[in-house]
């Protein structure tokens, strides 16, 4: 009986408590000027690094537009074993099909 009294009064406590709503801050509790600085510093960095990034892709690829040579490859006993026929016939790997049909025509 002494229980259910003490639940009943802790019960009656909590719903006459105020409830204390606040208001969420949007991630690192600071003050609203803060975080509007902290968000145009991310908008510039942003804003910089976009162009940057393109700019050093269109440097970077027009440095070398040929492709580089592909070397024959050695003819080894133990490359390319082949144990079983490939579904498509002949003896080429997916990869290697048309390559390997000329060789062998």
Same mark, same amino acid.
């Given at each position: 009986?002494?229980?259910? !009294? %003490? ?5 009656? #406590? *909590?719903? %006459?408590?105020?409830? $204390?709503?606040? =208001? =969420? ?5 600071? !003050?609203? @000027? @803060? ?9 510039? /960095? *942003? +804003? !910089?690094? /976009?162009?940057?990034?393109?700019? &050093?892709? /269109?440097? &970077? +690829?027009? @440095? $070398?537009?040929? $492709? $580089?040579?592909?070397?024959? #490859?050695? %003819?080894?006993?133990?490359?390319? /074993? =082949? ?11 997916? +990869?290697?099909?048309? %390559?390997?049909?000329?060789? *062998?025509?």
């Amino acid at each position: 009986m002494a229980a259910r !009294t %003490a639940l009943l009064q802790m019960a009656r #406590r *909590t719903a %006459a408590a105020p409830v $204390h709503v606040t =208001r =969420r801050n949007m991630s690192g509790g600071l !003050t609203i @000027q @803060q975080e509007r600085a902290e968000m145009l510093r991310w908008q510039m /960095i *942003t +804003f !910089t690094a /976009i162009p940057a990034c393109a700019a &050093l892709g /269109i440097y &970077l +690829f027009s @440095q $070398h537009p040929d $492709h $580089h040579e592909v070397k024959e #490859r050695p %003819a080894y006993s133990y490359l390319n /074993i =082949r144990l079983k026929i490939f579904p498509w016939g002949g003896n080429c790997s997916l +990869f290697e099909y048309g %390559a390997c049909q000329e060789k *062998t025509d």
